[in-house]
């Protein structure tokens, strides 16, 4: 059955040290994948999207990696800050969306 | 504020019950999902609506049903609920047919008793 894996359910690091969560999949071939951010009660909000054809794609302080032969993303924050707090959901889109249970980054000051 | 709207904010009901729940795209979005999130089943896909017809199913039961309306607002209909129905629903849109960038809503607590 398919599978949506991250690394850890929660990561403490300290601030302006980078952060890299990790999300693997099993059975399944997806044709992009997401990262989404979702701070207690609010609903997830869409940080980046990388094609399967793509390694890499960067956005400011954020970069995700995407190794289909892995079966693997890496999903780095640099310089982390405290506001960087929250859950990191990865997402696997094909005709659907399947989400991971989320990492819940702390950074602490 | 990602423009898309959600109501009510919490529910309250009992077991057995039927509720609405409804959601609102953003402006020019076609696609509207809708999602499930308890805590100890992570976020899980119910269902997608594109443009007024069924375009995807995911995890949902036969209690549930929902809709497109013409004006593109969504809803889904939760019936003989039970406890474990209990979860965030949240709605999210996208302009295409294809699930990429979704925005979602502030979600409807639901909480059966």
């Known amino acids: 059955s398919q599978k949506i894996e991250q690394n850890s359910e929660a990561l403490n690091i300290q601030e302006g040290k980078t952060a890299t969560l990790t999300c693997n999949y099993t059975n399944y071939s997806p044709a992009y994948l997401q990262w989404y951010r979702q701070d207690p009660g609010r609903g997830p909000v869409f940080l980046l999207l990388i094609r399967e054809n793509e390694k890499e794609k960067r956005k400011e302080r954020l970069k995700v990696t995407f190794d289909t032969t892995l079966k693997q993303s890496l999903f780095h924050i640099t310089a982390s800050q405290p506001a960087d707090s929250a859950t990191y959901l990865c997402a696997l889109g094909n005709n659907d969306m399947r989400f991971g249970a989320g990492t819940r980054l702390t950074v602490k000051p | 504020d990602s423009g898309v709207t959600q109501t009510p904010k919490h529910l309250i009901t009992a077991t057995g019950q039927r509720v609405t729940l409804r959601c609102s795209p953003r402006s020019g979005d076609l696609s509207v999902y809708w999602y499930q999130q308890s805590l100890d089943q992570g976020l899980q896909f119910l269902i997608q609506?594109?443009?007024?017809?069924?375009?995807a199913k995911g995890n949902i039961l036969e209690r549930f049903s929902a809709q497109q309306f013409p004006d593109l607002h969504s809803e889904l209909n939760l019936s003989s609920l039970e406890l474990g129905d209990s979860a965030l629903y949240f709605c999210a849109s996208s302009v295409a047919e294809r699930p990429d960038e979704q925005f979602f809503g502030p979600g409807t607590r639901l909480t059966v008793l």
């Open positions: 609506y594109y443009n007024g017809e069924e375009r």
